[in-house]
């Protein structure tokens, strides 16, 4: 579109990237991360675990079917993993101006504009790709009309604080009282929780849900440096002396991980697709798994109450841990999945029997 402004992506190294603007015109600087996924662009968008990043999309073609309505259901989007967009950016090869599908409602780049978040198009970004997996994690910017912004580092600040709910809110009014440790939570894990007859108590990042009567407790995933939320983990140490059941996704693996006395490392390049393979350990059944995390949990570290549930079959980095004696498991990809293959959700099943196993 020859009407399109001109808009530059600049990364810490040096690198310079020329391409037009299709959502917000302004400059935004964050961490460079890739998702390889070929669809579900307004979950991505929304998922609280993308804050600070500048998000490049593999797949070549991205906008085609606009972006779905904000009704809602049990008070929450019915089309969302929360209630805004979250990436600090956007990067695509080639935007489609067009777009159709029965739930959409706007373009992309409208619903860009409508958060003021700069979307960048005619980008090679598989020589981007390229350059990110060689160089390990790298900070970006995009900048607009010449208006220079520094350089962010998004594992240097508390972000699950920035995107966590600031206060206790309950949803549904099912019979097994479920605490959601909100991190950064993505709605599809309240979804997930609402069909199993439950009511839902989520908590902000830092609260001590230790004093709330709950059967069961999940902790979410969530952006950021997972080494930097000592609340939460101090709650979720007070939690794994007790024995309900708990149940962590992404950044809550890696938590629950560094609360049994484990740490965490970043990965050169994160996991962002939703084809990622994963064994489950001890037997040979693999799942094809969706997946958004950067840091990964080093197993070696965990107490010996504790072993590793799932690796990646790709790089053998951990994909969850359990408890040997309590019912305590955590997986590092998404088992809500939202967008990606639905093959784990029976996770959900496997919480919420031992929830009931407690219960009666
Ligand atoms: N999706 C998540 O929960 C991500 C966890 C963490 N912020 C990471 O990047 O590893």
């Known amino acids: 579109m020859s009407e399109a402004k001109e808009i530059k992506l600049i990364l810490e190294d040096g690198s310079v990237f020329a391409g037009k603007s299709f959502g917000y015109h302004g400059s935004v600087s964050g961490e460079m991360v890739f998702n390889t996924a070929m669809t579900g662009y307004p979950e991505s968008l929304t998922d609280p675990s993308y804050k600070g990043q500048i998000l490049v999309s593999t797949y070549p073609l991205i906008?085609?079917?606009?972006?779905?309505?904000?009704?809602?259901?049990?008070?929450?989007?019915?089309?969302?993993?929360?209630?805004?967009?979250?990436?600090?950016?956007?990067?695509?090869?080639?935007?489609?101006?067009?777009?159709?599908?029965?739930?959409?409602?706007?373009?992309?780049?409208?619903?860009?504009?409508?958060?003021?978040?700069?979307?960048?198009?005619?980008?090679?970004?598989?020589?981007?790709?390229?350059?990110?997996?060689?160089?390990?994690?790298?900070?970006?910017?995009?900048?607009?009309?010449?208006?220079?912004?520094?350089?962010?580092?998004?594992?240097?600040?508390?972000?699950?604080?920035?995107?966590?709910?600031?206060?206790?809110?309950?949803?549904?009014?099912?019979?097994?009282?479920?605490?959601?440790?909100?991190?950064?939570?993505?709605?599809?894990?309240?979804?997930?929780?609402?069909?199993?007859?439950?009511?839902?108590?989520?908590?902000?990042?830092?609260?001590?849900?230790?004093?709330?009567?709950?059967?069961?407790?999940?902790?979410?995933?969530?952006?950021?440096?997972?080494?930097?939320?000592?609340?939460?983990?101090?709650?979720?140490?007070?939690a794994l002396q007790g024995d309900k059941p708990i149940f962590g996704i992404c950044l809550g693996n890696q938590l629950m991980g560094i609360a049994a006395g484990g740490s965490t490392h970043k990965l050169k390049y994160g996991h962002r697709a939703h084809n990622h393979p994963v064994k489950l350990v001890g037997t040979d059944k693999c799942y094809i798994t969706s997946q958004n995390h950067g840091f990964v949990l080093d197993t070696d570290s965990l107490d010996s109450d504790w072993e590793p549930y799932f690796i990646n079959l790709n790089d053998n980095t951990n994909e969850g841990i359990r408890n040997k004696k309590k019912p305590f498991f955590s997986t590092q990809f998404h088992p809500e999945a939202s967008g990606g293959p639905t093959d784990t959700e029976f996770l959900f099943d496997n919480f919420m029997d031992l929830v009931k196993e407690r219960k009666k």
């Not at 009282?177 to 009511?199: P, S």
């Open 63 to 238: 906008g085609n079917y606009g972006v779905p309505s904000k009704e809602t259901e049990n008070g929450i989007p019915k089309f969302y993993e929360s209630d805004e967009i979250h990436i600090a950016g956007l990067v695509i090869s080639e935007y489609s101006f067009g777009y159709s599908h029965w739930n959409a409602q706007k373009s992309l780049g409208d619903w860009l504009k409508e958060y003021k978040v700069p979307g960048i198009f005619g980008i090679d970004t598989r020589s981007l790709t390229q350059l990110l997996r060689e160089n390990g994690p790298m900070l970006g910017k995009v900048v607009a009309d010449d208006v220079d912004v520094e350089f962010y580092n998004p594992d240097i600040h508390n972000l699950a604080a920035m995107v966590s709910t600031k206060e206790k809110l309950v949803y549904g009014n099912g019979k097994y009282r479920v605490v959601l440790l909100d991190t950064g939570a993505k709605y599809n894990i309240l979804r997930c929780l609402l069909k199993r007859d439950t009511t839902v108590i989520r908590v902000p990042w830092d609260y001590d849900f230790t004093q709330e009567e709950y059967d069961g407790i999940v902790l979410s995933n969530g952006p950021g440096n997972p080494a930097l939320y000592e609340a939460s983990v101090n709650n979720i140490r007070k």
